[in-house]
Structure formats: structure tokens, C-alpha cells
């Protein structure tokens, strides 16, 4: 299996801040990546697929980078709403795999 | 909208079998596969497997083959996972969700199972 390796694994930050979450594959994926946004007692929620392409009605301030083993999501500025858990999954082979996930926190 | 309705909570003894379903609506439902994902409390997700667009294919993750399995019933949308030989390590909250192109769009609400004696 694919193994992702996520961090930080807790992030503390504050309204306005920049904050960057790493994923890690084990083994090239391509750009098969996706980004999720988990809230307490909730689904996850898609942010970002292919490693970069925004999905629909997703706030600009997010955005996605990276190919082959290395990614990253962005969020530009902090707002209150982006408290939440972030995931990594790949996607390039069966089985797919998560990031063990970032808890971001208010500072 | 695409709309994934999840069957309600269930509390189950250890050793015994689970189904968990999935109404879909808001699409073409024979386009596309369904995933289940789980999530045990307070860490992260775990892949289950996915059934694809026609039912007669289905994929496990491998520390669940031999006890999942998942089917599809075309005529009412709705996608069903069964879980046998329970354990407590099962207890957990087991999501649906859309395959698009690989990645998950959208999810059900959720659906707690707890297994306890």
C-alpha cells in the first residue's frame, strides 16, 4: 500500500495567518491527490482534487500544489471558518490512502 | 443536488454482522462507483473499499477482506456494506461516498456503529 505522511500533525495559527500542510506518498502518485476539510461530528468536505484544481465553491484562499510524492495545501489567509481537520488522499491505486490528518488550531 | 443518505446508528455485540446503507439521489446513479470510508473515534480515516458503477466489481481494503462486503441495488440508488465478525476495534463512524474520478464527492452523513458486550 501507498503510505501518506502528513504534517505537521497540529497546527496553531491565527486569523489572517498563512499555513501550509505537507503530504508525503511513499511512492510517485502522479498528481492524484485530493484535499479534504473534516469538522467536528461532520463528513468530509472536498477542497482540492488533482492535487491543484479547486473544487467548486471552494474559497480562493485555498490552494493545492505538487506531483509525483511531495504536495502541499495552502491557506492563504485564516479565516474562523478553516478551523478543522485537513486530510491527504491518494488516489492513484487501489487501495486508496489517507494522511493520518492536521488538526489546525486557533493560536 | 447529489445527496447521499446514510442508514441510522447501530449498537451491535461482538461476533456479530452489520449492513449499513447508502441512498443516493441527485444523479445518474449507474455512473458512478461508491467507496466506504471509516473513521474511528477522535483519528483518522480508513478505506474500506468501493463496489463499481454496475455492481459486479468490487475492491477491499486488505485488513478488511473476508468480512466486508459491498453490494448495489440499481432500482432504489442505494449502495450496502456489511460488516461480519465484529469486534470492538469496529466501533466507528462508516461514511459512503461518491467516487469521482478516484476521489471521494460527495460523502453521507455518517453512521455510527458501536460494537459492546
Known amino acids: 500500500d501507498i503510505q501518506m505522511t502528513q504534517s505537521p500533525s497540529t497546527l496553531s495559527a491565527s486569523v489572517g495567518d498563512r499555513v501550509i500542510i505537507t503530504c508525503r506518498a511513499s511512492q510517485s502518485i502522479s498528481n492524484l491527490l485530493a484535499w479534504y476539510q473534516q469538522k467536528p461530528g461532520k463528513a468530509p468536505n472536498l477542497l482540492i482534487y488533482?492535487?491543484?484544481t479547486l473544487e467548486n465553491g471552494v474559497p480562493s484562499r485555498f490552494s493545492g500544489s505538487g506531483s509525483g510524492t511531495e504536495f502541499t495545501l495552502t491557506i492563504s489567509s485564516l479565516q474562523p471558518d478553516d478551523f478543522a481537520t485537513y486530510y491527504c488522499?491518494?488516489?492513484?491505486?487501489?487501495?486508496?490512502?489517507f494522511g493520518q490528518g492536521t488538526k489546525l488550531e486557533i493560536k | 443536488q447529489v445527496q447521499l443518505v446514510q442508514s441510522g446508528a447501530e449498537v451491535k455485540k461482538p461476533g456479530a454482522s452489520v449492513q449499513i446503507s447508502c441512498r443516493a439521489s441527485?444523479?445518474?446513479?449507474?455512473?458512478?462507483?461508491m467507496h466506504w470510508v471509516r473513521q474511528v473515534p477522535r483519528q483518522g480515516l480508513e478505506w474500506v473499499g468501493v463496489?463499481?458503477?454496475?455492481?459486479?466489481?468490487?475492491t477491499y481494503a486488505q485488513s478488511f477482506q473476508g468480512r466486508v462486503t459491498i453490494t448495489r441495488v440499481t432500482s432504489t440508488s442505494t449502495v450496502y456494506m456489511e460488516l461480519s465478525g465484529l469486534r470492538s476495534e469496529d466501533t466507528a463512524v462508516y461514511y459512503c461516498?461518491?467516487?469521482?474520478?478516484?476521489?471521494?464527492?460527495?460523502w453521507g452523513q455518517g453512521t455510527l456503529v458501536t460494537v459492546s458486550s
Open positions: 461516498a461518491r467516487a469521482s474520478s478516484g476521489y471521494h464527492n460527495p
Open positions: 441527485g444523479y445518474t446513479f449507474t455512473k458512478y462507483s
Open positions: 488533482k492535487a491543484s
Open positions: 463496489i463499481n458503477p454496475s455492481g459486479d466489481s468490487t
Open positions: 488522499h491518494q488516489y492513484n491505486a487501489y487501495s486508496f490512502t
